[in-house]
């Protein structure tokens, strides 16, 4: 199938042949970057440039085109330059601070990016390495987790987080200037996104299915629920506290991607990759998003070790890069916030786990609501509802369990 390519492409191309030195490219291919369903909200290529020297580069682009039709697309296109930021301005800048600490495993869960640049009035591209020229995949959002694709991204985020405690520490002023790039995109853009519907509709589709008898208790602590979710969001995203850094917001299964051991299978490494929701808050946002999307029963029994896992990894790398972490997260703070915050995770899990249900025909297209829209999407009953709605459940009793609802 051939492949329509913008002319940002053709500018990307030529750029990156001339930055990396690449003499007399042989052959430049261009292709699809990603399946349906793997990118929610934008077009991605993958470009291949090849030469008779041996230096081939793979490079991934995500893209929004300016034509969209898409209301609110002001966001998406602000949501892009927030991405930017973090890969020209704060991760560098995070990777510089760790390599002045000579820290033997820093946080390198990123994939790399080339800078490129644009015409006036043109939305910047991302343009990062193809990870899955290096053999990084997707994991099937389907299936359910398991121990080992929960502990990466946990020590992950734990290190990332770590970074900024230690650099708002010990470079304030420098920490400040970056912190000024994240845009809040979901706090600003809840009503506007319509997430308010997506919960309150997904909410009633699990809730309508309660047994009056068989669930007459939990159906006493989930009155109303829709609506005092919705006005915990409304309220929530708009907080701050002394102890609030750079989070990555967007933490749900398809924004990272693993690189596995062949012999055995498991995972080795993972990336995250996507930073377009950027904002400063809690980091129990983050891990309450990750973990509470995707935690079946079985997480959710052994939940205190993946919450000792995570805060025991940033104490110890907080130490590692020169700082206190009882001073500046200290142990109390941390279970202050999973009570406050852990709700988050349970807000954005009503319609992220339906995300991770969907089968292809089922999938939203953000970029031609004109195919399935966001909001019509996740008022469909899925063919896997039953899955769903026991994921939901299982959820609401723990957070009824540990007196977080």
Known sequence: MKIEKPNIVEDIVNQIVKSENIKNPTKISVSRGSQDGDGYASKTYAISIKNDFGKDIKLFVKYLPEDIKLEGKNAFFEAFYTENSFYAEIYPSFNQFEKSKNIKEPFNNVPKHFNT??????????????????????????????????????????????????????????????????????????????????????????????????????????????????????????????????????????????????????????????????????????????????????????????????????????????????????????????????KFGLCMAFFIVKAQLFEKDEIPNVLNPDKISPTDAFSVVLKSQDVFVKRLKDLLEYFICHELL
């Open 117 to 342: 640049k644009v015409r006036n009035g043109e939305t910047p591209p991302i343009v990062l390495e193809d990870l899955r020229s290096l053999g990084y995949t997707l994991r099937d959002r389907k299936k359910p987790i398991d121990d080992a694709h929960l502990i990466l991204p946990i020590k992950a985020f734990a290190k990332y987080h770590a970074i900024n405690y230690a650099m708002k520490d010990q470079l304030p002023e420098v920490y400040k200037k970056l912190a000024t790039y994240p845009k809040d995109m979901l706090g600003k853009n809840f009503v506007a996104f319509e997430m308010d519907v997506m919960i309150k509709r997904c909410v009633d589709q699990v809730t309508g299915s309660f047994n009056p008898v068989l669930d007459k208790e939990i159906m006493k602590h989930c009155a109303n629920l829709n609506e005092r979710l919705i006005d915990y969001m409304m309220n929530i995203l708009s907080d701050y506290d002394e102890y609030f850094i750079i989070t990555q917001e967007d933490c749900w299964s398809n924004n990272m991607m693993f690189r596995y051991q062949e012999e055995t299978g498991l995972p080795i490494d993972v990336k995250l990759i996507d930073w377009q929701f950027q904002k400063i808050a809690s980091p129990l946002f983050d891990f309450s998003y990750f973990f509470y999307t995707l935690a079946t029963k079985k997480e959710l029994d052994n939940a205190e070790y993946y919450l000792k896992l995570y805060y025991d990894t940033l104490s110890q790398r907080i130490a590692e890069l020169g700082s206190d972490p009882e001073k500046l997260y200290p142990y109390h703070i941390f279970r202050d916030h999973w009570r406050k915050y852990s």
